[in-house]
């Protein structure tokens, strides 16, 4: 079924903004899994093995792209959180963080650093890269 079906039907996917898609892009090529939030606004990055409907009861890693344009100093974060039994989260880890208006490099260099915390070897709470 084509886009347009879809749309017709009211099952078509929200569209993703550009930030967001090179975020999921380079997550892709770091084979990890990700979605947009088109509601948040964010892209979660969870591991590949994880079912995207399942994404966010496992450690996973929340990305967001500041722009000043959102009343926000330009930048590019990504914050890791686990469950904390209660049904909500807790922060665990900030696993990527740059200032200024993220270009490829940035954005690679950040969806690698995400696929080395969803080794086995994650930096504990509150350690910053």
């Known amino acids: 079924m084509d886009y347009a079906a879809l749309w017709f039907t009211g ?12 975020l999921l892009d380079a997550l892709r090529s770091a084979d990890v899994a990700g979605f947009y939030d088109g509601e948040e606004g964010v892209v979660y990055a969870h591991p590949l093995h994880v079912a995207q409907d399942r994404a966010l009861e496992e450690p996973h890693v929340m990305l967001q792209v500041f722009t000043a344009a959102d009343g926000w100093p330009d930048g590019f974060s990504a914050v890791a959180f686990e469950p904390d039994g209660s049904g909500s989260f807790r922060e665990v880890a900030t696993v990527f963080e740059s200032h200024g208006v993220p270009g490829e490099q940035m954005v690679t260099c950040g969806a690698t650093a995400v696929a080395e915390w969803f080794t086995d070897l994650r930096p504990p709470a509150g350690a910053e890269r």
């Open 11 to 22: 099952h078509a996917p929200a569209p993703v903004p550009g930030a967001a898609q090179r």
